[in-house]
């Protein structure tokens, strides 16, 4: 037997003496025990306001986040759990700034219930003026209000693709049975609740559950399916159209065939520059690890432009998990261009001796108290695009981080063929 109230006694509900999201809260309650539902079925998702007290006054799953963006969260608990019902609360103000969400959530069509609680104006920050707020209203934005056209949601959400649209009133006394309704549709549902804000809206403006009955009767009356919008709800059509597609080549897996020179963490620094397949490098340096059976991670940097400015690559091979993937204590720091120095300067100055710093032709180091050892790249014809993969031999020389066992596996394993060939070669320049 399902229990009599889901709503957490623990937290009982705060709002303002009169507040329509009361009503709304305990008309929600009803709907969830005449649909049979337990805490543990349903998940409530809000953001920031007076609605965003809906997750804690119930006794269910919840997610509290951002002003705005609730949808996004729920969007990822119903895929991950598609069981769960997710019904996610905002008021106008949420509406307003998290609207492409709104868009976005009509168009996908995925199985969640929108409650917009529309009181016509930011009720918990002063009584702003709103996306929803009327022209004729008095608010505390003075008169921004008049010059925006407020927003029609119902007819944004169907225009958008939404399936079930729904605007009613707080008061209606079939509040319980179309959230029932909402609840159970088979995909995206959309219902804007009309009330009152007691706290501020109706301190200027004289508003009752009349007026408004008498409003939402002069506007298109909108309760059900769209028509036009039917199909099948996002979570089962993405599992027909995936189960359509071919499977997918397993990861790249490298048996360990080695040891690497060091048993302990190393971390990698490359401080490179757009065109010089840092990024390339980097990887290769990581299936080398995996080559000696350590953990490896990589994180990269780089510009939000793809031919110019820096590009940087952090990497730690440990032989213990790793929890952080960026170098807070480099091993090695190899330097191939000034954009990348210039960028990661700061760290310069806490390089100890036992730190190895690899030079590139033509850039200036910060001080520091590292081992620089230059590379003669130029003199050995290599171009700047092979830097970063040039320095991963002269490691290997070195014995520093990786062999030439660990290089040969990784090189063998990322690339093939003539593009195997010619790397090869290249770095068989370092090596003699």
Same mark, same amino acid.
């Given at each position: ?266 971390? /990698?620094?490359? $401080?490179? &520059?757009?065109? +010089?397949?840092?990024?390339? %490098?980097?990887?290769?340096?990581? =299936? !080398?690890?995996? *080559? ?115 290089? /040969?596996?990784? $090189?063998? &394993?990322?690339? +093939?063929?003539?593009?195997? %060939?010619?790397?090869?070669?290249? =770095? !068989?320049?370092? *090596?003699?």
């Amino acid at each position: 037997m399902p229990e009599k109230t889901l709503l957490n006694h623990s937290r009982p509900p705060i709002f303002c003496p009169g507040c329509s999201h009361d009503q709304v809260l305990r008309s929600l309650d009803k709907a969830f025990l005449n649909l049979g539902l337990a805490g543990h079925q349903i998940c409530m998702v809000s953001d920031i306001g007076c609605s965003g007290f809906f997750d804690v006054f119930f006794n269910t799953h919840a997610m509290h986040g951002v002003h705005g963006r609730a949808l996004t969260y729920a969007a990822g608990i119903k895929l991950c759990q598609p069981e769960l019902n997710v019904v996610v609360t905002m008021g106008d103000g949420g509406l307003g700034i998290g609207a492409a969400h709104v868009i976005a959530a009509c168009r996908r069509n995925l199985d969640l219930t929108l409650l917009v609680l529309n009181n016509y104006n930011f009720g918990m920050t002063g009584g702003q003026y709103s996306a929803t707020t009327p022209n004729e209203a008095v608010v505390g934005s003075g008169f921004l209000n008049k010059l925006d056209k407020p927003l029609d949601l119902p007819a944004l959400a169907a225009a958008a693709g939404a399936p079930f649209v729904c605007r009613c009133s707080t008061y209606q006394k079939d509040l319980t049975e179309t959230l029932e309704r909402a609840i159970t549709y088979k995909g995206f549902s959309v219902v804007e609740i009309h009330g009152i804000c007691p706290g501020r809206f109706t301190k200027r403006n004289k508003i009752t559950p009349q007026s408004i009955a008498q409003d939402l009767a002069a506007k298109e009356q909108v309760c059900g399916e769209v028509a036009a919008n039917q199909r099948q709800e996002y979570g089962l059509a993405y599992g027909r159209e995936a189960a359509a597609q071919p499977a997918l080549p397993r990861p790249l897996g490298i048996e360990p065939l080695c040891q690497a020179p060091q048993q302990t963490r190393q971390e /990698v620094v490359i $401080l490179g &520059a757009a065109g +010089q397949r840092i990024i390339t %490098a980097g990887e290769v340096l990581a =299936l !080398a690890g995996l *080559a000696a059976g350590l953990h490896a991670s990589q994180k990269n940097e780089y510009n939000v432009t793809v031919l110019r400015g820096p590009s940087i690559s952090d990497l730690i091979l440990s032989p213990e998990p790793i929890a952080y993937n960026g170098a807070q204590r480099p091993s090695v720091v190899i330097a191939l261009s000034h954009e990348g120095v210039e960028r990661r300067r700061g760290g310069f100055a806490g390089l100890g001796p036992e730190v190895l710093i690899l030079q590139a032709p033509g850039v200036e180091l910060p001080p520091s108290a590292g081992r620089v050892l230059a590379m003669d790249f130029k003199g050995m014809g290599i171009k700047a695009a092979d830097w970063a993969l040039a320095s991963l031999a002269v490691l290997a020389r070195q014995n520093q981080v990786l062999n030439q066992q660990m290089l /040969v596996a990784a $090189l063998e &394993a990322r690339f +093939q063929d003539k593009t195997l %060939a010619a790397v090869k070669e290249t =770095l !068989a320049r370092v *090596a003699s």
